[in-house]
């Protein structure tokens, strides 16, 4: 019934496509249909929370048991694996950690596309190489349903609030029904291209940060250095051609800004873990479409090398404090 | 009479610090005394002209001839170097291409120094390495003069409308001196601290301005490669935390933004072979401080690269076709 | 038939390591059995060719019935897809230009896999990423055979007059009778470890040889700018600390040595192309096992960038030629 | 008597280069008589022994009195300052730590430049900018003096064994009576062109060892990380194009060779702060010649966070323990 009504409503959205207003939001009525949720981790467990408080049914899976438990406690169904999940519900949504996380829940033998229905909308929130969201747009489009990839930017903080920014690649027409999901979960939703260009966004945006957060930490380290106040630089950076997002609203050097983590010993925030992460993904795909990133490629060695120095847990801006020790007597 | 009308501003100056409002007052209505202007190049020319709009007398030379001809013609008295001027004059800006010719037109046979008068206010708006700013300062005091740094941004669009922006090293009791006379030629005048400091605002905002640009570059050209539409991506990194100047206001793909280089076939704003400059000039910082600065090193060599490949003549943002070049066959 | 044999050779040879020679000595008699040769590029059909003239008949295929027909000619017997090759020979050289090719040849719908023998030999020599290789060592282990990986250092030049070396990685055991087969096409033939590392050897050797020959351009550049003779300095990097294999057997400057490309203005040689994809799966190796190499990475992007400026074509030391541009009036 | 000796030293050896060969040799025998020593620290404390254990009578002098007593007690005589030694010998060598201790010891106000005899040769060992020795040398020569740079390799091991390396710049015709004295000191001197060439050559040899040693450390780690076993990867590096001096005479890697650092706890050798210092140089000169050293600026800033973070004491070797540390949980 779903996946009729499922099907159904791509043949409406191309009507709308075409002008038909009416029709269009008929079908945003009837969308409380239950809702698939793989991976309930730091990031999943909450957006799946705002989804049930957007009064969506929701069905879920997970590896660990404890962590579909307290998503059953607040009235989502748990199932075994995600080719049941693929078996009740015509529009699901993964929050995964890397690649093969992805490519097992999707393409392992009891993944969703084993019993993915026709017309089936798969949202992958998971940050991930472009090429493996491409493959399994591929994968899907082979059984009929229609996979588009929506990395968000924000964190745990934004994912509890509902606040996070989705960056949304895939076929155009689906958009509007991704929207509307994932639109409880966040406050942004961009429509960024075919498949794969959401993750290109995301991984292009958090390239640029991990440039300019490293940037600012060496500009910071060596104002300071050579007898600049550090609150008297900023304040010069910040309305200079200097300006950036690490600069002005994240400054890494303690006592410049307060409510960010270098003011917090640079607790919670980016994990230098999670950048380094990024960096290699846009490594991977600077490499595989033969383009040079030479500050690019630094920036991720740099998180690299903080990772094996005891920085792994911290923010990503505590580069400045990795940046700023003294050299010996 | 002027060496003697300098010396009492002095005083006059240091009563103001202790609230005698009125005093400085009548220095500031006195001091449309002559000024000295050395260094007569595409900055010093406009620059020395505003002040001549402002009413100064200017007291000007310069090496080439020509230079000084235009000026002359505006009402300014030319002499035939710099212990001239200074033997003139009780206020004397310099604007020089780069270390060895301040060194020159302060310490060399014909230089401010051999004439100089005590009390005369020595502004440098050259930008150079700050160790050697420290050492003209060390050695006008010997001679009873006080020197400051005020290195400016902007180019030669905001020298002619007289909206320089000065970033100025020195004793902070000058500070409101040096900012009268710059005020005529600037939109800003920033204080920055001691001797030294305003070169190295300037070059910490450059260093940070170009690591910024090549990221962007690298960044915009890595998405472009993925599948992203540029002014979709540059919408979508302004709005997030890879946001930097660079991005939102000078951003360096064409057909992004209107009005900016890269419009122009990156004609016209900050010339590569200048970025160069000042990146060896944080180098230089960075190894006499033992500061690590590995994306500014970076960043230094890539602007030399680029110099050394026919973009020394192009603005600095020109980076992006830099990298761009697509592989052959 | 020849799976029997195969499946009884590896009993003689686990018997031989522990002291059996004479029947080790009789396998390697009846070893002129048929061997399948897949991938008759530049440097497959040399090889191929070194096998016939060994005496061992050859079952081929290409993509390319140009390259299949020369082979034909000299007595090799061609088949139509790589599977129909596994039906034939229990010992299979592959020779593939990258990761994707060697991945279809084995596992695609006509690949080797698809007929393989139980205790058919796979020797790889495509220099491809190590994980991959693992995969397939895994792949053909399902099917009863046994893979190996054995890159090659030496080039086409070397492929002729079969003087290649060969890295290889697999099972100890089966190390004999591939290096048998190796044996009649290099002169070298080292044995690495399980499988993987023929490949991380290769890698490795690779990533330090780029490291090494940009530097010694950096190196020799400077030394000239600063006045000292190129050959002089050649001699004194090479009785000095700074000696390596770039320096004193490549030399990348024209007029310090004869005999290599820098004397032929970048001909012949390993092409910068092919070092910047050796750079590629070091990079991704590196990502991967999360190891920092900040030297090897920045070289990956040189070489990038030298692809895409007109060097692609040129052997890699003329990133000499590359950095050694002058700068413009 | 000395100043008229060494005058007609000079033109003696003038002839020589003409054939006169008889002149030559009685000049050299001639040659006993005292040389100047200036900077007794950990390389020209021995240095000094060598020239009295071969019979030079020595006049020196240096800031710390210990290091003068020891000397003296082995019969040099100590004098008071650079000046008075430039007074009483007409061969001055010295050997300093870095170029402002140059710049006072020649020009400073007790320095040699102000007693410099005619004819005097002065020889300086440290290794400094190549910029300054050209000064240095322009100073001399309107004092009638002639001015050498010969830095050296080796460290205080060869200093003492009489086993170092001088790398010399300067007027040719002198090279004969440089070599004479440095012969004393050194197993190998080395004409390396004008003044300013010996410099040249040390730092562009330090930063290809540097770029080697680094390129090596990441080279064998990545190896390691692959799983290869350390010391099969050195021989296979050893034996093919991967090899340097860092790899197959001084290998980093603890257990792959005995008698060096590595294998010692990086203890002794070539210290980090010492490697930081000529980078730093080798980067100078880079700037000042905008010559781009990719790889040498990065090396540079790796060796600055090695000093940074507990390396500056240890041998240059353990850039492999500094990339080593395994990621945390």
């Not at 962590?67 to 999940?85: F, H, N, R, T, Y």
């Not at 033998?109 to 399994?136: A, F, H, Q, R, Y």
């Not at 847990?313 to 050299?327: A, H, T, W």
Request: aromatic share 6%.
């Amino acid at each position: 019934m779903a996946a009729l009504f499922r099907a159904s409503r791509n043949l409406l959205q191309r009507c709308t496509r075409h002008g038909d207003v009416a029709l269009a939001s008929s079908r945003s009525m009837a969308s409380k249909t239950p809702v698939g949720f793989i991976g309930l981790g730091n990031m999943g467990s909450p957006m799946a929370k705002n989804l049930l408080k957007h009064g969506y049914p929701v069905i879920a899976t997970d590896v660990f048991p404890e962590s579909c438990k307290e998503l059953q406690d607040l009235g989502a169904q748990i199932l075994d694996c995600p080719a049941e999940v693929a078996d009740k519900a015509d529009r699901i949504i993964t929050m995964l950690p890397s690649s093969p996380n992805v490519i097992e829940v999707y393409n392992g033998p009891n993944g969703i596309l084993k019993k993915v229905k026709k017309g089936t909308l798969l949202i992958d929130s998971s940050t991930i190489d472009p090429s493996v969201s491409k493959e399994m747009a591929v994968a899907a489009e082979k059984m009929g349903a229609v996979f588009m990839d929506a990395p968000v930017s924000g964190g745990v903080g934004a994912a509890n609030l509902a606040k996070l920014t989705f960056m949304v690649g895939g076929v155009e027409e689906e958009f509007t029904a991704a929207k509307e999901l994932l639109g409880s979960m966040g406050a942004n939703v961009v429509y960024c291209g075919p498949v794969g260009t959401g993750q290109a966004a995301k991984i292009c945006n958090n390239m640029l940060l991990a440039i300019g957060m490293i940037g600012t930490a060496e500009t910071m380290n060596l104002g300071i250095r050579l007898g600049l106040d550090p609150k008297l630089l900023a304040k010069i950076l910040n309305m200079s051609s200097g300006r950036c997002w690490s600069s002005d609203t994240y400054n890494p050097v303690p006592g410049v800004m307060e409510g960010v983590p270098s003011a917090n010993n640079y607790q919670g925030g980016f994990g230098t873990t999670l950048m380094a992460k990024d960096l290699g993904l846009a490594q991977d795909s600077a490499t595989n479409t033969k383009t040079p990133v030479l500050l690019g490629s630094l920036a991720h060695q740099i998180y690299r090398m903080m990772c094996a120095r005891g920085y792994a847990g911290k923010d990503f801006s505590s580069v400045f404090q990795f940046l700023r020790e003294e050299e010996g007597q």
